[in-house]
């Protein structure tokens, strides 16, 4: 019989944590907080000169909560914010399952992001379509709901295209890209979008979701592995690439286990 990822993971932890040590109550106690700053140099095909250098920074899977607190999204911020950034976006899912108790809160506690190009957002499957846009968008983030806004950046036109959870077939993408004429960035919370980004020749996709897995075991990996192109990190479909980032909260159990949570800068470079 089949096991779901959710079952999985909590059977996994209740093990580690029920045994007051090992690696469930070192996810809990400390990785989970141990955010990173992942620094990955990305080409792309036929990118403009004068875009090479462009730093992109994510923060992605916020899951703001009682396991996720503003003192951990303000590390996550401060964290994207050592880097500089020329333009930040955000990845989706800002709170678990919904919950309308941490939507000012989530949204609050990325106010400190800023970066001269501007901070732009997508939403993920755990967020509503109407509270969470406007309390982003009253802390000073632009939120693309199946939307493109241009840019531009060192002179060259940048397309900025961002896409709802359940926006996933290419006859739904496609009619977002029409009057795109510059460099395409595609920003969809579902790493599984990278399909149909590639049938629509869309150079870059910046995703989530996937929390990197959250608990990867040895010898035996990331539970969810099997359903996305890539659990976390690059990937490539024909001339597409794409990155996931682990992101920063947990869902289900607030435990990390090898996969510790990221704030990623990309660097744009020509394939």
């Not at 109407?130 to 002179?155: F, Q």
């Not at 990937?235 to 090898?258: E, H, K």
């Not at 949570?261 to 394939?271: C, G, I």
Request: overall charge positive.
């Amino acid at each position: 019989m089949a096991i779901s990822r959710r079952a999985l993971l909590k059977t996994i932890v209740a093990t580690g944590v029920g045994a007051v040590t090992g690696g469930g109550a070192y996810g809990y106690l400390y990785e989970r907080r141990a955010i990173q700053l992942s620094e990955v140099v990305v080409p792309i095909a036929d990118l403009p000169p004068s875009l090479a250098g462009l730093k992109i920074g994510l923060l992605t899977d916020i899951h703001r909560s009682r396991w996720v607190s503003n003192d951990d999204v303000a590390t996550a911020v401060n964290t994207l914010m050592s880097a500089a950034p020329d333009l930040i976006v955000l990845g989706g899912d800002y709170v678990t399952f919904g919950d309308r108790t941490f939507v000012a809160p989530a949204a609050e506690a990325l106010r400190g992001l800023t970066a001269p190009l501007g901070v732009f957002a997508v939403l993920g499957n755990h967020d509503d379509d109407h509270d969470m846009p406007a309390a982003l968008a009253a802390n000073g983030v632009e939120v693309l709901k199946d939307a493109r806004t241009r840019l531009t950046i060192r002179h060259q036109p940048v397309d900025l295209v961002g896409i709802r959870f359940w926006t996933k077939r290419v006859s739904d993408i496609e009619p977002i890209l029409r009057g795109a004429g510059g460099t395409v960035i595609l920003l969809a919370h579902d790493p599984r979008r990278l399909t149909e980004a590639a049938a629509l020749n869309i150079p870059l996709v910046l995703s989530g979701h996937t929390h990197g897995g959250q608990i990867v075991l040895p010898g035996i990996g990331a539970v969810a592995a099997r359903k996305f192109p890539v659990i976390a990190g690059m990937a490539r479909q024909d001339s597409t690439r794409l990155f996931v980032s682990r992101g920063i909260g947990t869902v289900y159990v607030p435990v990390r286990i090898n996969c510790p949570p990221e704030a990623a800068v990309l660097t744009l470079s020509r394939a």
